[in-house]
């Protein structure tokens, strides 16, 4: 149903690398997010975005950072990957529906930093 | 602060069975949003249901209902005649509700920890 897509799937890389986690939807929504999942805990927001050039750090506290020069594309960055950076990160953006407003998940990229 | 509780970490459950999951949420908001999230095995959250705190009505929809008691802070998740299908991670949510300069209604997603439901055959 949801057209938000991760990239990529999985990761595994070593320490201190730079990498961009890339989201993008195709459903012309101008809210999105991003969420940090560690396995069997809650997810927690690191960043969202209001539409374009609008980014805000979420509830938890992240060193990644984030950038909205398109609407569709959200991408996420980590200068100098640790392993404490090891976690599931989520995608996702969210419309209105009547009142409601729905959010909508991407599969999600699994980060491993060894 | 808001906090959401699911204390059931993992359940099993024989197909066809009824299985409750359990949400508890403290908020010091008056006005707020509750949802529930199913995360398949593939990974992405699946929006399942929304309810505002002004509204107590239990809601049913298919084998899904949902029963909001806000003197108990709770907001139960209870399927009927289980499936396979359902085996899944639930997620209970909540949200401030507020009126920003960018208009909505709903603020950011507090999750709770999760609920594993298996449905075995």
């Known amino acids: 149903e949801a057209d938000i897509y991760q990239t990529p799937r999985y990761l595994v890389i070593g320490t201190g690398k730079k990498i961009t986690l890339e989201c993008s939807q195709t459903m012309g929504h101008d809210k999105m997010y991003w969420y940090q999942q560690d396995p069997g805990m809650e997810l927690h927001l690191i960043h969202y975005?209001?539409?374009?050039?609008?980014?805000e750090k979420g509830d938890l506290s992240s060193e990644s950072t984030v950038s909205r020069i398109r609407t569709e594309h959200f991408p996420l960055t980590l200068e100098s990957a640790r392993p404490s950076h090891t976690s599931q990160y989520l995608c996702?953006?969210?419309?209105?529906?009547?009142?409601?407003?729905?959010?909508?998940f991407g599969s999600g990229t699994q980060l491993s930093v060894l | 602060a808001q906090k959401v509780t699911q204390a059931q970490t993992e359940i099993s459950v024989v197909e066809k069975e009824d299985v409750t999951l359990d949400c508890v949420y403290e908020t010091r908001d008056t006005t707020y949003y509750l949802f529930w999230y199913k995360q398949p095995p593939s990974g992405e959250l699946v929006f399942l249901i929304r309810?505002?705190?002004?509204?107590?009505q239990n809601e049913i929809s298919g084998r899904y209902s949902w029963n909001f008691q806000k003197s108990t802070s709770s907001f139960n998740f209870t399927i009927t005649a289980s499936q396979v299908v359902d085996s899944a991670v639930y997620f209970c949510?909540?949200?401030?509700?507020?009126?920003?300069?960018?208009?909505?209604?709903?603020?950011?997603?507090?999750f709770g920890k999760g609920t594993k439901l298996s449905v075995k055959p």
């Open positions: 975005s209001y539409g374009v050039n609008s980014t």
């Open positions: 309810r505002n705190s002004f509204d107590e």
């Open positions: 949510a909540l949200s401030e509700a507020l009126f920003g300069r960018y208009g909505g209604s709903q603020g950011n997603l507090i």
């Open positions: 996702a953006s969210s419309e209105w529906q009547g009142s409601n407003e729905k959010l909508f």
